[in-house]
Structures are given as structure tokens and as C-alpha cells.
């Protein structure tokens, strides 16, 4: 019953303040001392993706999968690599197509279950064996893809991919959707649209037969998935988008560990995003919900140490690995 009563975040000072854990780290902190080796990914479809690495020479990844218009820049993807480099894990951060700076070739993006380029980056990195042990840790969008991800690998999963943890996930799209149209919200609602509607005008100019500018660009997702994300993904309208692509349906076919943690706080969280009983009742779901945290937040002024999310992850997947490791090695004595 891998439901845990309780978290040892203790966010001080104005940290308990949910707005400023979700703009502190994302506006001023600062992340140096990593370095990047991007590589190119060609899709089966022809598309491409920037694979952004930063190695140490080990048989452990950490791959990382970023948020709604995030990339691999992002202070929370590169806290995470740093702090698992530190610890003997090579790192990868993803980029979805559109998002590292270049439009990408296809109509088609990226969106809430768009799992299938992972599965193919998860295929091309260990094609040839090299690494002994693979994790995910995603965050938001990043994490509803990883909760996805693992329950369509179920009956399927490679032995090297270990485990997954996932940060402040709208894990049930639709109620979460009300959520951050409320007035508390508008600023970061302005923020993500802002740069979605600019990619649209990109689509709309490499493919004018496709998709045809509205008389004015939407100003809520409800619009812009009813509009664009729905209907050039495959599905039938934004409410069909939200339905099929949330984790929370999926989350009882999980075979594979995974942390997630939803601060009791995120004001883009909606309750049915605070699975309790699902994780109750799963062997595979680790659930914590710390009482303060933001979004994508879990911040502290000292942004040169890592953040409690990254001693989080690691421990978690310390935990899961070394557990693994003891199950070798209890298998080989005998």
C-alpha cells in the first residue's frame, strides 16, 4: 500500500506561499556547472527531436521529460541532471518536437499522451545495451507522459527501465483544466498560451491546407484543444483530447515503481489529482502529497544546492534500484 502519510518537504519562509514556490525557482533560479551535448533524433515519422546529454561514463540514465512549452534548459530539468550526475548517473534531457528552439517538421507536435517519440528515444538510447538501469522523472505534462508511458509498457517493460517519479502532474486533465482558468491562475494561463498560439501561426504557414487561423487566437485551452491540439492529434475535439489523455484512468496498470508527488497547494491541481485510493490499493504507485510545494516549485533561496525534488527522485529510485541489486545478489548466493 505505497500511499505515504507524510513528507519531509518543509517549505519556509514565503515558500509557503504557493505562487511564489511556483515563480521563484522558475524565474530566478540558476543552475551552473552543467554542460550539454545535444543530439538530434530522427522519429520513424521523419520528424526530430534534440536529445540534450550530459554523461560521466556510467551504466545508469536518468532521462528527464519536461513540462507544458518547457525544454531542456529549465532549472528543475537541469537541478535534476546535475544532482544525478553527482551521483555516478548519466543524464538525458528530452526536448519534444517544437521545443528546443526550431519548429519541428511535421503538422503534428507534441500534447498530454504523446508517449510514442519516448518510447522510440527509450529504443534508440540503450539499442545497443549499454545501460543497466534506466529511470524517468517528468514533471507536469512530462509526468502525466511517464505515468502513460509506464502503464503501456506494462506487459512489456525492458528490464533496464527501473522506474519512474513524477512531479505535479494534472493527472485528470479535465478538472485540472478548471483549475488553471480560475482568476489566481491567469498570469500562467497568458504565459503558456502566448507561446502555443506562436507555434500555431508557425503550423498554419508550413501547412495552410491544414490549419486555418481563427478571426481571433484563443485566449483559453478550452479554444486552443477545441481548435488545434484535438483535432491535429487524432482527436475528435479538445474534451475527447482531455478524456483519452489523462493518467488517472491508467494509473491501476502501472507494473513498474513510480513516485508521484502533488503539493496539497498547486493551485493547477484539481482534487481528483491526489490519486489516495488508487495508491492504496496499488503494489506499483508511490503517492506523496507534501502540504506546500507549488508547481513544479519545491524551492528554497539557495539555488546552487539542489532542490528537495532532486534528493526526492534519487532516493526513490536509489531505493528501487538498490533493492534490485540485493535481489542479484541474493539470487547469485543461492
Given at each position: 500500500m505505497p500511499l505515504l502519510q507524510s513528507s519531509d518537504y518543509h517549505a519556509k519562509g514565503p515558500f509557503k506561499n504557493a505562487f511564489f514556490n511556483t515563480v521563484y525557482p522558475a524565474l530566478l533560479r540558476k543552475v551552473d556547472g552543467l554542460e550539454y551535448k545535444?543530439?538530434?533524433?530522427?522519429?520513424?515519422?521523419?520528424?526530430?527531436?534534440?536529445?540534450?546529454?550530459?554523461?560521466?561514463?556510467?551504466?545508469q540514465l536518468v532521462l528527464t521529460l519536461h513540462g507544458l512549452e518547457g525544454q531542456s534548459d529549465r532549472a528543475y530539468i537541469r537541478g535534476m541532471i546535475k544532482f544525478f550526475n553527482q551521483r555516478g548517473w548519466d543524464g538525458l534531457a528530452m526536448n519534444y518536437r517544437g521545443c528546443s528552439g526550431e519548429s519541428n517538421l511535421q503538422l503534428q507536435s507534441y500534447h498530454m499522451a504523446a508517449t510514442g517519440d519516448v518510447h522510440e528515444v527509450l529504443a534508440h538510447i540503450n539499442k545497443d545495451g549499454l545501460y543497466e538501469d534506466v529511470v524517468i522523472v517528468g514533471f507536469s505534462l512530462g509526468g502525466n507522459l511517464t505515468l502513460r508511458l509506464l502503464a503501456e509498457v506494462a506487459?512489456?517493460?525492458?528490464?533496464?527501465?527501473?522506474?519512474?517519479?513524477?512531479?505535479?502532474?494534472?493527472?485528470?486533465?479535465?478538472?485540472?483544466?478548471?483549475?488553471?482558468h480560475r482568476w489566481f491562475n491567469y498570469l500562467y494561463l497568458r504565459r503558456f498560451l502566448k507561446t502555443l498560439n506562436e507555434k500555431a501561426r508557425i503550423k498554419a504557414k508550413q501547412f495552410p491546407d491544414k490549419v486555418k487561423l481563427p478571426t481571433k487566437m484563443p485566449t483559453t485551452f478550452y479554444e486552443f484543444d477545441d481548435w488545434f491540439t484535438g483535432p491535429i492529434?487524432?482527436?475528435?475535439?479538445?474534451?475527447?483530447?482531455?478524456?483519452?489523455?489523462?493518467?488517472?484512468?491508467?494509473?491501476?496498470?502501472?507494473?513498474?515503481?513510480v513516485l508521484l508527488v502533488n503539493a496539497n497547494d498547486d493551485t493547477f491541481l484539481s482534487p481528483a489529482c491526489y490519486p489516495d485510493e488508487i495508491a492504496k490499493e496499488s503494489q506499483?504507485?508511490?503517492?506523496?502529497?507534501?502540504?506546500?510545494?507549488?508547481?513544479?516549485?519545491?524551492?528554497?533561496?539557495?539555488?546552487?544546492?539542489?532542490y528537495w525534488s532532486e534528493h526526492r527522485a534519487f532516493r526513490f529510485v536509489e531505493m528501487i534500484v538498490?533493492?534490485?541489486v540485493k535481489k542479484a545478489l541474493n539470487t547469485t548466493k543461492s
Open positions: 545535444r543530439e538530434r533524433f530522427t522519429t520513424s515519422d521523419g520528424d526530430f527531436v534534440d536529445l540534450d546529454w550530459s554523461r560521466v561514463g556510467s551504466k506487459n512489456r517493460r525492458p528490464s533496464w527501465l527501473k522506474a519512474g517519479v513524477a512531479f505535479s502532474v494534472p493527472c485528470d486533465i479535465s478538472s485540472a483544466n478548471t483549475e488553471i492529434h487524432g482527436f475528435k475535439s479538445g474534451a475527447d483530447y482531455y478524456a483519452r489523455a489523462n493518467s488517472l484512468q491508467i494509473l491501476d496498470s502501472i507494473k513498474t515503481p506499483y504507485l508511490y503517492f506523496e502529497r507534501p502540504a506546500h510545494g507549488g508547481h513544479v516549485g519545491f524551492g528554497q533561496f539557495n539555488s546552487s544546492s539542489p538498490g533493492t534490485n
